[in-house]
């Protein structure tokens, strides 16, 4: 059967397409699932694995629980829910779960089926409008991580730099740039100014709107790396502090 067929939607899948375009979809829904299952996992693992050195696992910091007396819980649970609503409601991250996991549809010329995309306005999706909020919080969440990138070069005996500073730094440097490219903030220091000339502080805000616009070209591959690298720095801390791994120390 050829499709489309005038006046009926494409079954649910089907598609005259030869390449392979299933595969970007299926690597995307097979990291997310994996991530969030281990992100789930690791959030309830004993604390004391968190930590190795001066290196804390960016999924525990920073530690809140000290702020809130009687609290028993992992700390992570603190923390975990800032960074999943910013991906979640990410404009990048929508498309690329929209696809992925919802296949809706799942690829460009994919049919999707009889199911119809009625916006972002109910429950459950009325809440990608919450993004900018989400913003604001991850921001607080950029300034700890900077601040235990110092920290982690802090060791016991004194001043170093082990392996583990590369894994935070690379954490660190690939979140503020995920951050900093968000469509968002692009919109939030720009995007409601017709006449840059006429704005206060029209010229700063110009050149921060550009710069924002230049990071924001490669905002998908932010989020990925971002993704994997705040991931492999739980790992990394976590094997160490388990006695696994072995951090190299430069210095
Ligand atoms: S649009 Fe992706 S983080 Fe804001």
Known sequence: MAYPVPGTREPFLATRRQDAWWVVPLAMAT???????????AAFQP???SKFGPYISPFFSPDLTRFIPGFTWS??????WVPAGFRLTCYYGRKAYYRSVALSPSACAVGKGDRDYKGERALP????????????LVTVLVIFHWIHFFD????????????????????TIFLTLYVFSCHSLRHLVGGKIDCYSCAAAGVTRHKIWTG??????????YFWCSLFTVGFADVYVRLCAMGVWSDVRFF
């Open 47 to 49: 604390v004391e694995y």
């Open 75 to 80: 700390p992570a649970l603190l923390i975990l």
């Open 125 to 136: 999706w009325v809440l990608n409008n919450l993004h900018r909020y989400f913003l604001y």
């Open 212 to 221: 924002v616009s230049s990071l924001n070209n490669l905002h998908n591959v």
């Open 152 to 171: 982690a070069f802090r060791f016991n005996d004194g001043w170093g730099m082990g392996l583990g500073n590369i894994v935070v730094a690379a954490d």
């Open 31 to 41: 990291t997310f699932i994996v991530f969030i299952a281990y992100a789930s996992w």
